[in-house]
Every structure is written in structure tokens, then in C-alpha cells.
T-cell receptor
Framework: KAGVTQTPRYLIKTRGQQVTLSCSPI?????VSWYQQTPGQGLQFLFE???????NKGNFPGRFSGRQFSNSRSEMNVSTLELGDSALYLC??????????????FGPGTRLTVL | AQSVSQHNHHVILSEAASLELGCNYS??????LFWYVQYPGQHLQLLLK??????LVKGIKGFEAEFIKSKFSFNLRKPSVQWSDTAEYFC??????????FGDGTTLTVKP
């Protein structure tokens, strides 16, 4: 079974631009969560989608948004990029029930650098 | 709100030494507990998890963890570490589906 895939793997953008990151979950998984990983803040939860609906949201500004498609693939978008948005963005998927005791499988991440 | 505290930021051990990484969490209700590992250049992987039942859980690669409810702790242990255990280790709690709260991570360096 293929794992969680994320594209692109690396991105370089400048301040003020916007960016869209993509995540394809493991086949059959319907819950997709996004995390931001930085050396200073660690792993922080952005949001979670389940069956095309945002089910949970972290404490990030409205510049961070996401969506999920009917095939469970998910995208996240960051508008008006700031230097502090430079991070590794991780996507995780879990089993169809999306229950809190289901293991989350993580992708390799997208490394975003904002100049 | 959930929070997770990992006490050790960087641990350095020699091969065959015993390992214990501390993890304490804060949450008033029922939580599910996880330890993840991130080897250099690799994805986050699940080491072990606790949902209910026996508070001593065993994971992959000889790791185990003990859930002590009264102390809100979920410490990770391994009796004898190997050089290949060099990695970053994250404790996580999950009360809501899809949302995990992670600790800051502990970098383990094992000297051969």
C-alpha cells in the first residue's frame, strides 16, 4: 500500500506570495490532518478534514486554509506569506473512522522557505 | 486545552545504555497517547500507542512505555539502545479525532 504522499517536496517563495500544498492520503483513509513543524515551535496542528469537512482547527491565522476533495486528497493554502511561515508542513492520514485512537500515518512533508 | 511536556531536549547515551524519556501531559479527560520517532531524513513513524487496558505497552524495536494515570505521564523506555536508535522522539496526545498535540521532541544521540 502506498504511503502518504505530499507535493511538492520543496518550495521557495517570497514574502507576500501565496502557496498551495497537496497531500494524497493512504488509499481508504478519509481523515487528513496538517501540521507545521519548526525548530522553535515544534509540531503544531493546523487543521483536520474528514469527508470533505473541516472537523478540527488549530490556532493559526486565517491566512492558512485548506480543503479536502471527494477522493480524500487535501490541499492547504497559505496566502500573503511571511518569513515566519518557513517550515516543514506535514500531512497525516488515518483510517476511515477517523477516531481518536486510530494511528496517523505521516507523509514526508513539504519544506517551504519564504525569502 | 491539551499540552505535552517532554523533559529532555537532548539525550546522549552510549550503546547498550538504558533509555528513559519523560513525557507528561495535561488534559482533564480521556486521551490516547502515542510515541513517534523521526529518524534522520525519514518520516515520522509510530513507535507505540496506548488507548486503554494494560498501562505497559510494547512497541517496535524493543521500545516500551508506561502510562501512569495519577502522574499524567507516559514515559518511553528501552533497556539497551543501539546506534541506530539515534533519532528525534515525540510524545503526543489525542483527545479529538485527527488532532494530535505533540511535545517539543527529544533528540537522542547514541554513541557507538
Amino acid at each position: 500500500k502506498a504511503g502518504v504522499t505530499q507535493t511538492p517536496r520543496y518550495l521557495i517563495k517570497t514574502r507576500g506570495q501565496q502557496v498551495t500544498l497537496s497531500c494524497s492520503p493512504i488509499s481508504g483513509h478519509r481523515s487528513v490532518s496538517w501540521y507545521q513543524q519548526t525548530p522553535g515551535q515544534g509540531l503544531q496542528f493546523l487543521f483536520e478534514y474528514f469527508s470533505e469537512t473541516q472537523r478540527n482547527k488549530g490556532n493559526f491565522p486565517g491566512r492558512f486554509s485548506g480543503r479536502q476533495f471527494s477522493n480524500s486528497r487535501s490541499e492547504m493554502n497559505v496566502s500573503t506569506l511571511e518569513l515566519g511561515d518557513s517550515a516543514l508542513y506535514l500531512c497525516a492520514s488515518s483510517l476511515p473512522g477517523g477516531s481518536s485512537y486510530n494511528e496517523q500515518f505521516f507523509g514526508p512533508g513539504t519544506r517551504l522557505t519564504v525569502l | 486545552a491539551q499540552s505535552v511536556s517532554q523533559h529532555n531536549h537532548h539525550v546522549i547515551l552510549s550503546e547498550a545504555a538504558s533509555l528513559e524519556l519523560g513525557c507528561n501531559y495535561s488534559y482533564g479527560g480521556t486521551v490516547n497517547l502515542f510515541w513517534y520517532v523521526q529518524y534522520p531524513g525519514q518520516h515520522l513513524q509510530l513507535l507505540l500507542k496506548y488507548f486503554s487496558g494494560d498501562p505497559l505497552v510494547k512497541g517496535i524495536k524493543g521500545f516500551e512505555a508506561e502510562f501512569i494515570k495519577s502522574k499524567f505521564s507516559f514515559n518511553l523506555r528501552k533497556p539497551s539502545v543501539q546506534w541506530s536508535d539515534t533519532a528525534e522522539y515525540f510524545c503526543a496526545v489525542r483527545a479529538n479525532a485527527g488532532k494530535s498535540t505533540f511535545g517539543d521532541g527529544t533528540t537522542l544521540t547514541v554513541k557507538p
